[in-house]
């Protein structure tokens, strides 16, 4: 008897799931831990990824594909080194002032391509470290200094400083200067401020996350009113670790939302937008969608129809107002797992019945654009896997599975203190607070 449609799509789903994670196997440094930002030979470390890459071995351990220990001696591996890293003021070091640079050399955690020590980036990073103190809770001594050494990184962090006396976060600094613009609007910043919030040592006000949010923008798409991100991972990062069903901040409160049915309308959105395909593309339908951050095809190229297009490479492609040139990514339905089954199972079936070659070593690419004349359907393939959209696929489906790193993160009390000073409450976060420690 051949397997069901949903057994056959709960298989599909934990090949996905194993390939996602098989990457930090792949691409992790041996001795400093550090994980490459895609999987082109010679490619730096980002700590963005390598923070998705401490939450994701959690996700390993409960699923059996590596031991505790051996999980735990990668961990702490990696902690050492950003304990231990030069954290000076001059242009190549690994980092300053308890943040880090964006990239980083591989073999030893020097900056690269004159990258910003960035604000977002580092709380990415620390939200993975925070992830493995609360997990890590065994007695022995790996896992005791895996929970002390992430006290000691979230402490260090000087996310007051950071702010370079304005009333919101900076997006980063260059060894001399603050960066201009900073963070404000819906953006992948939530979690930055949640985490900044509840800094035992160097906390921002809470009149800060005020500001972040006043300039939000509440917008309708069709019948679809929402709190507007164009991206599609904006709508997913912080939830990546954040349980947000339930809770509300003041934005929320008045909106008579929370941020999990927005994530829920924008996915709809992305669906509704790739339906009307505005501009033509190919491929394009309601479970054929994803328009993201992501690379994509660059300079004039030919489409099919004959016709010439100019290609934007590198973008926050977003829906429903752009930029968007045709290019997808096709991990997005999946990345949506805990938030709309129907709509990520339907996407995922539709995205490799019609795109059979996009699977490389059973992981997606970052991106595709089947507009552009190419020798399969799929046109222009994005010769990369990237290491985010990988470690948000191993958390998202894992969360939409069991909801391991809600779970972890719901007894994190810097998460907690953050949501609290934010001023979110409600569901989960109305129970006492656990007397955890603090990682």
């Not at 007051?160 to 900073?182: E, P, Q, S, V």
Request: charged content about 20%.
């Amino acid at each position: 008897m051949p397997p069901s449609p949903d057994a056959s799509s709960a298989a599909l789903v934990n090949r996905l799931h194993r390939s996602a994670f098989d990457y930090f196997r792949l691409h992790t440094h041996p001795e400093t831990g550090l994980v490459a930002d895609t999987s082109l030979p010679g490619s730096p470390s980002s700590i963005a990824t390598t923070g998705f890459g401490l939450s994701s071995y959690p996700v390993a351990i409960e699923r059996g594909w590596m031991s505790r220990a051996e999980a735990a001696a990668i961990v702490l591996k990696t902690l050492r080194f950003f304990e231990g890293c030069d954290t000076g003021s001059h242009p190549d070091a690994t980092g300053h002032r308890g943040f880090y640079y964006h990239f980083l050399a591989m073999h030893d955690g020097r900056r690269v391509w004159h990258s910003e020590l960035s604000t977002i980036d580092t709380a990415l990073l620390i939200a993975g470290v925070l992830t493995a103190g609360a997990y890590f809770d065994g007695s022995g001594p790996a896992e005791t200094e895996i929970r002390d050494t992430a006290r000691e990184l979230y402490a260090r962090v000087d996310w007051r400083w950071a702010m370079n006396k304005g009333d919101t976060l900076t997006m980063g600094w260059k060894t001399n200067r603050f960066i201009r613009h900073r963070w404000r609007g819906y953006n992948e910043a939530l979690l930055l401020y949640i985490l900044a919030l509840a800094s035992p040592t160097h906390p921002i006000p809470p009149e800060s996350f005020a500001a972040y949010t006043a300039s939000y923008q509440w917008l309708r798409y069709g019948e679809i009113d929402y709190l507007h991100a164009g991206p599609l991972f904006i709508h997913l990062f912080s939830h990546a670790w954040i349980d947000f069903d339930g809770i509300h901040d003041a934005y929320m409160r008045e909106k008579g939302i929370d941020y999990v049915e927005n994530t829920r309308r924008a996915i709809r959105i992305q669906r509704a937008y790739a339906r009307d395909n505005p501009h033509g593309y190919i491929g394009y339908s309601d479970t054929v969608w994803g328009l993201t951050a992501c690379d994509g095809p660059s300079a004039r190229r030919r489409l099919r129809g004959g016709h010439r297009q100019h290609f934007i490479g590198y973008s926050a492609r977003g829906a429903p107002f752009g930029p968007d040139d045709g290019t997808l990514a096709p991990w997005a339905a999946l990345s949506c797992l805990p938030f709309d089954r129907e709509a990520a199972m339907e996407g995922l079936d539709a995205i490799l019945a019609t795109y059979p070659n996009l699977l490389s070593d059973g992981r997606f690419p970052g991106s595709f654009n089947p507009t552009i004349i190419g020798p399969t359907a799929e046109g222009w393939i994005d010769e990369r896997c990237v290491g985010l959209d990988q470690g948000l696929l191993v958390m998202m489906i894992e969360n939409a599975r069991s909801g391991l790193i809600w779970r972890l993160m719901r007894d994190s009390p810097p998460i907690c203190e953050g949501l609290r000073r934010a001023g979110f409450s409600g569901g989960w976060l109305s129970a006492e607070q656990p007397a955890s420690s603090a990682a």
